[in-house]
Each structure stands twice: as structure tokens, then as C-alpha cells.
């Protein structure tokens, strides 16, 4: 038998390198992705270049690396921004020494930094890579010292005098009155450990401060009192005349049982009284008209109105009420949802429904 050797395929004859990278910086190619689209778009032009498989597993360019076909104005975006030395030209005439300088200049001329990067891109290196503020500042230059604000003794002294015991009375007092604290710093910076690092509340407040919480009661004839009636009349309040001492911003966490959607003077009267009527005559009245959960309930009274008489979360009201105890034995939640509600009334209506299929 004659063996017949076959010569292996010889391997294909790529351009070299540095043509194959002119060619992509003449039709800004400059990721695998637009490579692909521009192979797909014009074929007859990449013939003689490896496809993109090909230049990732590096068998045609053993060197090649994406960042010699970007110009050094490339940015992720793909937008060519201005030359290099036109950008520092541009942050000398105006005086910028700093990235918060820039970004407030951005801030203030939009159009005369449309064809530079943004301050978060020159930080990354993506518009500039070798972009360096050393370029920009003379050797003069210094950075602007750090703002000095008062001793750390004489904000605990400021805080005591003005009765501020906590953070949110803080920003509140910054709000109102910015002209007194200009001197010290603001609450963020003293929760981050930026200023006064040795910072403790118990310094300002004392050994004994406990936070004197006001009951539910209190806080409800507040509110009556200052006609205050949704969570969104009581937020305004609280911005317009401050933080009011011991209670809540959110007391709807705050005190069990509080719902805005109860709230009216009558029905708190009746609920600070306790005069909903016994759990035995809700749970019949919940039996007459079918209701099944607390979902259910909630939509009876959205569709006929509040009942007066029964609380809105039972739950909360009546410490033993469990919806298991008007529930009938076997009842399905997913029944009613499925269309089977006569499978708790009947318990052949499926094999009923089975059998008419099948005569169909």
C-alpha cells in the first residue's frame, strides 16, 4: 500500500503590524466589538487583515494590544476629544489648577468643554492617559490650604449653649441659621472622622441624656391640635418649624400601631378608648361577607368605605385574632385566583369538571 503524505496547509500571510494598526486608526476602530461590525459592514477591505477570533487568540499578532490602535485622545465612548497640549493650553488660560476646579468650570461653561473629558473620565485616564497635573500648575504652585475650622472643645461648648443633642437637630440648625456654624464643620464630615476624629456624642450630651420619647397619645393630640392629618403635612411641618423635641420623624416606625390611613381625630379617639367593638363580632361580620385575609379585608374597605366600628389591621387591635379562625377546613389561597372557588363549597366540583372534559 502507498502512503500519500499531505503537506500541511501553510499558515496565512498577514500584513505587517504597524499596517495593520495604521488601518485601524484610519477608520477609528478601536475595540473587538466595532472591529467586528466594520468586518461584517465591509468585507472586501479586511480581507487581508485575521478575523477578530483570530487577533484575540494572538496567533496572527502575538503582540498586539487594543491600546496601540487607540490615539491618545481615545476615551471608552469612543469620542475623539481635543489634542493633548489643547487641553493644557486651555486649563492654564483659565486658571484651572485642581479636578474640583475643572468641574466646577464645567459646571459653569457647558460649551466651551464639550471637546474635553469630563473630571470622572480624566481621573480614570480615559480621555488623556498620561494626562498629569504637573503639566498644568507652574512650579510656584500650592495647593489652597485646607479650611481651619474651631477647636474641637469649642464645638462642644457651641453645641451645649445651642441644645443640640443630635445629628438631624445639627443639620437642622445648619439650615436655619448657616451665619452661626461657619466655623465648624458639617455633620457628614464629622460622621466620616474628617473633622474632630475624637468626636462623641456623650461629650455634648452628657453621662445621664437619655432621648425623651413622647407616648402615642401626645403625638396624636399634637397633630390634632396642628390639624396635621398624612405623613406628607407632617414632613412639611417638621422643615418648616424644625424637629419637634421627643417626637419621631417617621412614627409610623416609631409607635406600634400608628397608620396614616387610620388617622382621623374620631377614629384616634376611638382607638386611644379602645372602643372597637368585641373580636367575636368581627369575626362574624368578616364570615358574612366572605373575607378570607387581611388582603381581602383591606379591598372591602377601599370598595365600601371604612367601618368604624372594626379596626383597619385586626391584627394589631386584637392580640388573638388569627384569619385560620374564619377560614373554612380546607380553604385553598390559590383557589379563588385559579377560578375553583366552588372547590371549598364542593368538594366534587373538580371531579365534575374533570368528567365534562372528558365527554367533550
Given at each position: 500500500?502507498?502512503?500519500?503524505?499531505?503537506?500541511?496547509?501553510?499558515?496565512?500571510?498577514?500584513?505587517?503590524?504597524?499596517?495593520?494598526?495604521?488601518?485601524?486608526?484610519?477608520?477609528?476602530?478601536?475595540?473587538?466589538?466595532?472591529y467586528q461590525k466594520f468586518r461584517?459592514?465591509?468585507?472586501?477591505?479586511?480581507?487581508?487583515?485575521?478575523?477578530?477570533?483570530?487577533?484575540?487568540?494572538?496567533?496572527?499578532?502575538?503582540?498586539?494590544?487594543?491600546?496601540?490602535?487607540?490615539?491618545?485622545?481615545?476615551?471608552?465612548?469612543?469620542?475623539?476629544?481635543?489634542?493633548?497640549?489643547?487641553?493644557?493650553?486651555?486649563?492654564?488660560?483659565?486658571?484651572?489648577?485642581?479636578?474640583?476646579?475643572?468641574?466646577?468650570?464645567?459646571?459653569?461653561?457647558?460649551?466651551?468643554?464639550?471637546?474635553?473629558?469630563?473630571?470622572?473620565?480624566?481621573?480614570?485616564?480615559?480621555?488623556?492617559?498620561?494626562?498629569?497635573?504637573?503639566?498644568?500648575?507652574?512650579?510656584?504652585?500650592?495647593?489652597?490650604?485646607?479650611?481651619?475650622?474651631?477647636?474641637?472643645?469649642?464645638?462642644?461648648?457651641?453645641?451645649?449653649?445651642?441644645?443640640?443633642?443630635?445629628?438631624?437637630?445639627?443639620?437642622?440648625?445648619?439650615?436655619?441659621?448657616?451665619?452661626?456654624?461657619?466655623n465648624f464643620p458639617s455633620s457628614?464630615?464629622?460622621?466620616?472622622?474628617?473633622?474632630?476624629?475624637?468626636?462623641?456624642?456623650?461629650?455634648?450630651?452628657?453621662?445621664?441624656?437619655?432621648?425623651?420619647?413622647?407616648?402615642?397619645?401626645?403625638?396624636?393630640?399634637?397633630?390634632?391640635?396642628?390639624?396635621?392629618?398624612?405623613?406628607?403635612?407632617?414632613?412639611?411641618?417638621?422643615?418648616?418649624?424644625?424637629?419637634?423635641?421627643?417626637?419621631?420623624?417617621?412614627?409610623?416606625?416609631?409607635?406600634?400601631?400608628?397608620?396614616?390611613?387610620?388617622?382621623?381625630?374620631?377614629?384616634?379617639?376611638?382607638?386611644?378608648?379602645?372602643?372597637?367593638?368585641?373580636?367575636?363580632?368581627?369575626?362574624?361580620?368578616?364570615?358574612?361577607?366572605?373575607?378570607?385575609?387581611?388582603?381581602?379585608?383591606?379591598?372591602?374597605?377601599?370598595?365600601?368605605?371604612?367601618?368604624?366600628?372594626?379596626?383597619?389591621?385586626?391584627?394589631?387591635?386584637?392580640?388573638?385574632?388569627?384569619?385560620?379562625?374564619?377560614?373554612?377546613?380546607?380553604?385553598?389561597?390559590?383557589?379563588?385566583?385559579?377560578?375553583?372557588?366552588?372547590?371549598?363549597?364542593?368538594?366534587?366540583?373538580?371531579?365534575?369538571?374533570?368528567?365534562?372534559?372528558?365527554?367533550?
Open positions: 500500500m502507498k502512503i500519500i503524505k499531505i503537506a500541511a496547509p501553510k499558515p496565512k500571510q498577514y500584513p505587517s503590524y504597524d499596517e495593520f494598526i495604521q488601518f485601524m486608526r484610519e477608520h477609528k476602530i478601536y475595540t473587538a466589538q466595532s461584517r459592514e465591509n468585507p472586501e477591505l479586511v480581507k487581508r487583515f485575521p478575523g477578530a477570533s483570530v487577533l484575540a487568540s494572538k496567533k496572527a499578532y502575538p503582540h498586539f494590544q487594543w491600546s496601540d490602535t487607540r490615539l491618545e485622545s481615545w476615551s471608552k465612548r469612543g469620542k475623539d476629544y481635543a489634542p493633548y497640549q489643547e487641553f493644557v493650553k486651555f486649563l492654564k488660560h483659565n486658571d484651572i489648577m485642581t479636578v474640583n476646579e475643572y468641574a466646577n468650570f464645567r459646571k459653569t461653561n457647558p460649551t466651551l468643554v464639550q471637546q474635553y473629558p469630563s473630571p470622572w473620565y480624566l481621573v480614570k485616564g480615559y480621555g488623556y492617559p498620561n494626562f498629569n497635573w504637573s503639566d498644568i500648575r507652574p512650579e510656584s504652585w500650592k495647593q489652597k490650604p485646607k479650611k481651619v475650622f474651631a477647636s474641637y472643645p469649642e464645638f462642644v461648648k457651641f453645641m451645649q449653649e445651642n441644645g443640640i443633642v443630635s445629628a438631624l437637630q445639627y443639620m437642622e440648625f445648619r439650615r436655619l441659621r448657616p451665619e452661626l456654624v461657619e457628614s464630615a464629622i460622621h466620616k472622622g474628617l473633622v474632630y476624629p475624637e468626636f462623641d456624642w456623650k461629650d455634648i450630651r452628657g453621662k445621664d441624656w437619655r432621648i425623651k420619647s413622647k407616648s402615642l397619645s401626645e403625638f396624636v393630640d399634637f397633630i390634632t391640635k396642628n390639624d396635621i392629618v398624612t405623613s406628607q403635612q407632617w414632613q412639611e411641618y417638621i422643615k418648616e418649624h424644625g424637629q419637634q423635641d421627643g417626637f419621631p420623624h417617621r412614627p409610623d416606625k416609631t409607635y406600634y400601631g400608628f397608620n396614616w390611613n387610620d388617622f382621623n381625630p374620631e377614629r384616634w379617639a376611638r382607638k386611644r378608648k379602645a372602643q372597637y367593638d368585641p373580636q367575636s363580632e368581627f369575626i362574624e361580620f368578616v364570615k358574612e361577607n366572605d373575607i378570607m385575609s387581611e388582603l381581602d379585608w383591606i379591598k372591602f374597605q377601599k370598595k365600601n368605605g371604612t367601618i368604624d366600628r372594626f379596626p383597619y389591621h385586626p391584627n394589631r387591635i386584637y392580640p388573638e385574632f388569627r384569619w385560620a379562625d374564619v377560614r373554612p377546613l380546607g380553604w385553598d389561597p390559590y383557589s379563588k385566583w385559579m377560578g375553583l372557588e366552588q372547590y371549598d363549597k364542593n368538594p366534587d366540583y373538580i371531579k365534575k369538571e374533570l368528567d365534562d372534559l372528558e365527554s367533550k
